[in-house]
């Protein structure tokens, strides 16, 4: 592994996690860069657990945090991913990656540019496919899913969460207040529409947080969490039946993964 270029995956959501197994698994060494409290839902697929935990497990993929860039190799060297905090990117010019993945799903452009390496990729809307990055990958479902885009944009943000059996916007459940989170369920738990699957707890007290359907929790924020209103907090899949899918990478990140393999394999 080691002997090939070095690819920084800013984030380590679900999503880049998809991204970063792929790599790994075709034997790229990567680093992955996060937040210092990073929000992700789908915790159990999501590298960037190991911030708070020291290390994550997702599917045969282990991530182990490292505190400084010098202890990449020792990470790399027991076969994990190793993971820094740096929401800056910060470490990207020393280290001189053969390519920069953005996978932060901002829908913003947080500073990935065309000069960090020679291979620039971003996923999602934000970015400029051949100004911002040299790629940029489409992230929306549908026919276009993983379409790899050289120049121009990714489909604007819909702000609407994906369909599955049925359902789309109401799978996702947003903070009803501001405080902080408490979780009375946790991920793979089957939950009854109106159940309370959590409580935020604010200046104007606890605020319940009921299910929005019937179904299996399929992410959930981290307990203690301090949210905004209006801020993602659970994932609910209608398919009661797919209890696996709460604890292996989607359908979604694995097509975005192959896309990005596809042109690491191409220019690198």
């Known amino acids: 592994m080691k002997d090939k270029a070095l690819i920084v995956v800013r984030g380590a959501g679900d999503l880049a996690t998809g991204v970063i197994h792929r790599l790994w698994r075709a034997g790229y060494p990567v680093l992955a860069l996060e937040a210092l409290r990073p929000a992700a839902i789908r915790r159990k697929v999501a590298l960037c657990e190991a ?3 020291g290390s994550a497990q997702v599917e045969d993929l282990k991530g182990l945090l490292i505190q400084r860039p010098d202890q990449l190799s020792q990470a790399l060297d027991q076969g994990a991913v ?3 905090v740096d929401p800056a990117g910060d470490c990207i010019a020393a280290l001189n990656p053969a390519c920069v993945v953005d996978a932060i799903l901002a829908k913003k452009n947080l500073g990935t540019h065309r000069g960090m390496a020679g291979l620039t990729i971003a996923l999602g809307p934000g970015f400029q496919a051949g100004v911002d990055v040299d790629y940029v990958v489409e992230t929306n479902r549908g026919h276009d899913l ?3 885009i050289a120049q121009g944009f990714a489909q604007p943000n819909t702000g609407t969460p994906g369909v599955i059996a049925g359902y789309g916007a109401q799978r996702v459940i947003h903070a009803p207040a501001a405080g902080a989170f408490r979780a009375l369920c946790a991920i793979g738990d089957l939950v009854q529409e109106g159940q309370p699957i959590a409580q935020i707890y604010g200046e104007q007290g606890p605020t ?6 019937s179904g299996l929790i399929r992410g959930i924020i981290r307990d203690g969490y301090p949210v905004f209103q209006g801020m993602k ?4 899949d209608p398919r009661r039946e797919q209890y696996a899918n709460c604890f292996t990478i989607s359908d979604k990140a694995r097509c975005i993964s192959g896309s990005v393999l596809e042109l690491v394999c191409r220019h690198l």
């Open 51 to 53: 911030v708070y935990q």
């Open 233 to 236: 907090i659970a994932d609910i």
């Open 146 to 148: 993983g379409r790899i």
């Open 82 to 84: 190793p993971l820094l």
């Open 208 to 213: 319940p947080v009921p299910a929005s359907l």
